[in-house]
């Protein structure tokens, strides 16, 4: 009787990698689940290396916070008041162009809540983000449109502000929550995928700080500014996400870190503080040694020319690309949701109109619209299996 011949295959590693490669970010979601070493092999050979980062597009992505009134009836708008506001949040991305000035987004709603403030940082691949008044901190994958994940709040200080990171040594996220009120508080920080699934205590040897929302992650370094209550003047600090050490920047005397305008930005990998001169010129401050926190002044002249500057911010640096994003610090529904790119090289200023399917219906001219721009979206399969989902 003839033996059957096995049906197994094994192949190389190095093939099914290549294989794996080529997949779509969603079949790597799947796949992930097959068994252990699957598993293995994707976190390790394909997460870690960036092999699933997709090309990068010319233009960011968006989150969008939609702020709307409630209703008492079909017919009639509450007064818009903090308790009767409505948010819904969504991740916007590019569905197609429609001309040079007109771009129509997909959009995909991944929470709501009745909020007026919230708080949105995106860390390669992954959205964290917090409401005002709350200890609970959420991150969310745009990619698997996996649902919402909580943090645990046991053990975190009465009021704290979070800031979100990535650690490419240890290939770990991290989350950081800082007292804002009290100095005797710890700070704390939680490693995504940890199996304790606990806040863990870190030396806080920053003194008496109120940290700013804006930040930004370079190299495994979160930057962010603080006011300090000593002499109630402005810092800009970092925090080593590999050592959990914090560290204070050194800026030019001449760099305004009070000015509400300065935005601190990834220029090409190195930390980059845009900061408005007038209604039209801007000087960009880069760091370009981060070892010795040796500066560089670029100024922009005439960038913001033709704009209304008092209504205006600047939303990050796109990668690649290199343009300097500008949008509105918020949008009435009734208005086109403009969004002007700045090329520093060609320094030549363009405009977009994002066009989404709510935007298009402008039934509700009371809403009123917050944008962050993703300028450097990746895809990511991570799972969070350890953390509560809802």
Same mark, same amino acid.
């Given at each position: 009787?003839? $033996?059957?011949?096995?049906?197994?295959?094994?192949?190389? #590693?190095?093939?099914?990698?290549?294989?794996?490669?080529? *997949?779509?970010?969603?079949?790597?979601?799947?796949?992930?689940?097959?068994?252990?070493?699957?598993?293995?092999?994707?976190?390790?050979?394909?997460?870690?290396?960036?092999?699933?980062?997709?090309?990068?597009?010319?233009?960011?992505?968006?989150?969008?916070?939609? +702020?709307?009134?409630?209703?008492?009836?079909?017919?009639?708008? $509450?007064?818009?008041?903090?308790?009767?506001?409505?948010?819904?949040?969504?991740?916007? &991305?590019?569905?197609?162009?429609?001309?040079?000035?007109?771009? *129509? &987004?997909?959009?995909?709603?991944?929470?709501?809540?009745?909020?007026? $403030?919230?708080?949105?940082?995106?860390?390669?691949?992954?959205?964290?983000?917090?409401?005002?008044?709350?200890?609970?901190?959420?991150?969310?994958?745009?990619?698997?449109?996996?649902?919402?994940?909580?943090?645990?709040?046991?053990?975190?200080?009465?009021?704290?502000?979070?800031?979100?990171?990535?650690?490419?040594?240890?290939?770990? &996220?991290?989350? /950081?929550? /800082?007292?804002?009120?009290?100095?005797?508080?710890?700070?704390?920080?939680?490693? #995504?995928?940890?199996? #304790?699934? +606990?806040?863990?205590?870190?030396?806080?040897?920053?003194?008496?700080?109120?940290?700013?929302?804006?930040?930004?992650?370079?190299?495994?370094?979160?930057?962010?500014?603080?006011?300090?209550?000593?002499?109630?003047? &402005?810092?800009?600090?970092?925090?080593?996400?590999?050592?959990?050490?914090?560290?204070?920047?050194?800026?030019?005397?001449?760099?305004? *870190?009070?000015?509400?305008?300065?935005?601190?930005?990834?220029?090409?990998?190195? /930390?980059?503080?845009?900061?408005?001169?007038?209604?039209?010129?801007?000087?960009?401050?880069? +760091?370009?040694?981060?070892?010795?926190?040796?500066? *560089?002044?670029?100024?922009?002249?005439?960038?913001?020319?033709?704009?209304?500057?008092?209504?205006?911010?600047?939303?990050?640096?796109?990668?690649?690309?290199?343009?300097?994003?500008?949008?509105?610090?918020?949008?009435?529904?009734?208005?086109?949701?403009?969004?002007?790119?700045?090329?520093?090289?060609?320094?030549?200023?363009? $405009?977009?109109?994002?066009?989404?399917?709510?935007?298009?219906?402008?039934?509700?001219?009371?809403?009123?619209?917050?944008?962050?721009?993703?300028?450097?979206?990746?895809?990511?399969?991570?799972?969070?299996?350890?953390?509560?989902?809802?």
């Amino acid at each position: 009787m003839a $033996r059957k011949r096995s049906e197994k295959i094994n192949l190389p #590693l190095d093939i099914t990698l290549e294989i794996l490669k080529k *997949l779509p970010t969603k079949s790597l979601a799947r796949f992930h689940c097959v068994s252990y070493r699957w598993a293995s092999i994707i976190r390790e050979f394909i997460i870690v290396n960036d092999s699933i980062v997709t090309q990068r597009p010319r233009d960011p992505h968006f989150i969008f916070h939609r +702020m709307t009134q409630c209703l008492t009836d079909q017919s009639t708008l $509450r007064a818009f008041s903090s308790h009767e506001t409505f948010s819904i949040f969504s991740y916007t &991305y590019l569905q197609r162009q429609i001309t040079n000035e007109e771009q *129509l &987004y997909h959009e995909k709603v991944f929470g709501n809540g009745k909020v007026r $403030r919230a708080t949105f940082q995106y860390v390669r691949g992954l959205i964290g983000f917090w409401f005002q008044g709350s200890n609970q901190f959420k991150i969310h994958n745009p990619t698997t449109s996996t649902k919402t994940v909580f943090l645990p709040i046991e053990r975190l200080p009465t009021s704290c502000s979070f800031l979100f990171g990535y650690d490419p040594f240890k290939n770990q &996220y991290k989350v /950081l929550c /800082l007292p804002r009120y009290y100095q005797k508080e710890c700070c704390k920080v939680f490693i #995504l995928e940890d199996s #304790l699934n +606990m806040w863990w205590d870190i030396e806080c040897d920053i003194g008496h700080q109120s940290p700013c929302e804006q930040a930004v992650c370079i190299s495994g370094v979160i930057y962010y500014r603080a006011k300090s209550k000593k002499n109630w003047s &402005y810092v800009l600090m970092s925090f080593h996400l590999r050592s959990d050490k914090f560290k204070l920047v050194q800026i030019p005397e001449n760099l305004p *870190l009070d000015d509400k305008d300065t935005t601190l930005v990834n220029y090409q990998g190195k /930390l980059g503080c845009i900061c408005r001169i007038n209604d039209e010129d801007v000087d960009m401050w880069v +760091m370009e040694d981060a070892e010795k926190q040796e500066w *560089l002044k670029i100024t922009f002249g005439s960038m913001l020319q033709d704009l209304s500057t008092w209504d205006i911010r600047f939303a990050g640096v796109t990668n690649p690309g290199g343009e300097i994003v500008i949008v509105h610090r918020e949008y009435l529904s009734e208005f086109t949701l403009d969004v002007y790119y700045y090329d520093p090289e060609q320094k030549i200023r363009r $405009r977009v109109e994002i066009q989404t399917p709510t935007s298009l219906l402008r039934v509700r001219p009371s809403d009123i619209l917050t944008i962050w721009a993703v300028t450097d979206h990746v895809e990511n399969i991570m799972c969070f299996p350890k953390v509560s989902v809802s």
